[in-house]
């Protein structure tokens, strides 16, 4: 191995001043807390504070921001809100996702109203389950430009009294049957009603 001159040793010993200038470190039985420093996956971490059982809170240089606990996080806040205050917490991303997952557990919203709103112009809300969708409600209102249902299998329709409206023209219905029956009960019924409209004029004359 070749040796270092003494200017090499100089240019080490100044460029590891310069981190030792930057780096901090205090380590305490449990926990550690250590800035400006490389990490494996994240880039420099300007702070992070990390425990024996490694949780912690950690802040990187690149933007991000890491917050673990090995069993549960809680969250609490609005004690002393009042009716005026508008909001007590709120995660707020200005551009990306969010995304909240329960992998094996449930998903719980609650709230005295909850509100589902897609801001984009062409923004859709979608709701997807693997078995059923229920919907439990005293009265249950759907106002939009178009509405679809449509059912591979059984759709039942059920109330103490059903009303079907259109407002520019005729209710239709129709089953699967119908496009082989259809032509002829279709010429059948206007033929019975040009016959019964002929027979009209005659008894009138």
């Given amino acids: 191995m070749s040796k270092l001159s003494e200017d090499q040793v100089k240019q ?16 305490r039985p449990g926990f550690n807390i250590e800035s400006n420093y490389e990490t494996a996956g994240h880039g420099k971490a300007e702070f992070a504070v990390s425990t024996d059982t ?4 950690h802040f990187y240089q690149s933007g991000n921001s890491k917050y673990y606990a090995n069993k549960s996080i809680e969250l609490y806040s609005g004690k002393n809100a009042s009716d005026d205050d508008v909001m007590t917490i709120v995660l707020d991303a200005n551009n990306g996702n969010i995304k ?9 919203l609650q709230g005295a109203n909850v509100k589902i709103e897609a801001l984009d112009a ?4 979608s709701i997807k389950s693997q078995k059923t969708v229920t ?5 249950f209102n759907v106002d939009s430009t178009k509405t679809n249902l449509s059912s591979t299998s059984d759709m039942l329709l059920n109330a103490g009294s059903l009303s079907l409206y259109s407002e520019t023209g005729s209710v239709m219905s129709a089953s699967g049957q119908e496009p082989i ?10 033929n019975f009603a040009e016959k019964a409209k002929t027979l009209g004029r005659t008894l009138g004359e």
Wanted: no cysteine; glycine share 6%; charged share 20%.
């Fill in 135 to 139: 919907v439990t409600a005293p009265e």
């Fill in 100 to 108: 909240i997952t329960a992998h094996t557990g449930d998903l719980i």
């Fill in 122 to 125: 062409d923004g859709d809300v």
């Fill in 54 to 57: 490694n949780q912690g809170l």
């Fill in 12 to 27: 080490i010993r100044a460029e590891f001043q310069d981190l030792m200038e930057d780096y901090f470190a205090m380590r």
């Fill in 181 to 190: 029956i259809a032509p002829s009960l279709l010429q059948s019924i206007i």
